[in-house]
């Protein structure tokens, strides 16, 4: 407990008193009033002579517990932290249930003789008129089922009932889910919440009122492949959210808006990475741009140049260096 004494002569209690009056009424009951005995001189009672004088002390204390000034503390935190955005509990692996079957007569791709993951290809794949006619197909897919699958995004729906209605939408279409399969990925789609940076596997987590979800689509279409993703707000985002996937897309923008013939490759990460930082933000340096067609990932290899300013984490579409890595968090 702490105390707080102040000392007055006799003479002057009464004075004394009526100047702590206003804060013996305003503290709690544990503030005490304590009168001492009367003190004499050291000499005059040696000499054995009446005291010509007397003291008489005053001692004001108030008494804090430590239980109440804990109190005290703790709420003036809740008051502060009122006001701001609670931490989200982290992503927790739940159950992932078995892969989805595809019927004989859909064409699959190569790699599926193989539970490893394919190395990204050193060859360059540039289309012809033909090609460009079965990638443009194959994209156009993949964009109606990443529109069809967003509308599937809102709170309590389960990441694996996205993958079954993209699964199924997919193979209605003739096509192939391409991550089924690749590299032993388990699932048709990627779908990816929160602080997970990419190729989250469907499972049986209900989103949550506030979460954002990056859905990943990629089909395989007479014999090309069509892979595109967007990030999708669930139920009331908070700004800090809503700003994170606003930049994230205006960097996709910029990122486009470089590409044209004879246009070179590091122009597109470098407008990326100057977008992102004006606003705070970093890009994840493990993963890059990669080319698409009749092969799922090749060169060439576009790099988001790192910045040092890593306030958060950007979602861009991205391809692992080395290996898959479905849960890898970074605590946006």
């Known amino acids: 407990m702490a105390f707080v ?14 100047l702590y009056g206003d ?8 503030s005490t009033l304590l009168t001492g005995a ?13 005291p010509c004088f007397e003291k008489q002390f005053v001692v004001f204390s108030k008494k804090i517990s430590g239980l109440e000034e804990a109190i005290r503390i703790r709420r003036e935190r809740e008051l502060q932290t009122s006001t701001t955005s609670r931490r989200r509990p982290p992503l927790m692996r739940r159950r992932v249930s078995p892969r989805l079957p595809v019927p004989d007569h859909i064409p699959k791709p190569p790699y599926l003789s193989s539970k490893l993951l394919p190395e990204l290809s050193s060859e360059y794949q540039i289309h012809d008129i033909e090609g460009i006619a079965r990638m443009r197909a194959a994209c156009e897919l993949a964009a109606r089922v990443l529109d069809y699958a967003g509308t599937l995004v809102r709170p309590s729906v389960t990441t694996n009932e996205i993958d079954r ?3 199924q939408m997919i193979i209605d279409a003739g096509a192939y889910p391409s991550p089924l399969g690749y590299g032993g ?9 929160n602080e997970c940076m990419c190729h989250g596997i469907p499972d049986s987590r209900q989103l949550q009122d506030g979460d954002i979800i990056n859905i990943d ?37 910029r990122g486009i808006a470089v590409c044209k013939d004879g246009a070179l490759f590091r122009k597109i990460g470098k407008r990326i990475s100057e977008h992102a930082e004006k606003f705070g933000y970093g890009v994840v340096e493990r993963f890059v741009g990669h080319g698409v067609g009749t ?10 140049i790192a910045m040092t300013s890593r306030v958060a984490w950007l979602k861009v579409k991205h391809l692992p260096l080395n290996q898959f890595l479905p849960w890898e968090a970074l605590n946006v």
């Open 165 to 167: 209605a993209v699964h």
């Open 217 to 253: 689509v990629t089909v395989y279409l007479n014999g090309y492949h069509g892979d595109t993703s967007k990030t999708f707000l669930c139920g009331n985002v908070s700004d800090g959210m809503k700003r994170l996937v606003k930049v994230t897309e205006e960097c996709l923008q």
């Open 23 to 30: 804060a013996l009424s305003s503290t709690s009951s544990s």
């Open 38 to 50: 009367p003190l004499t001189s050291l000499s005059s009672s040696l000499s054995g002579k009446k």
């Open 185 to 193: 990925f388990p699932k048709s789609v990627c779908t990816s919440v």
């Open 295 to 304: 092969v799922f990932h090749s060169e060439p290899i576009i790099i988001i």
């Open 5 to 18: 004494a102040s000392l007055s002569h006799a003479s002057s209690l009464q004075l004394s008193s009526s």
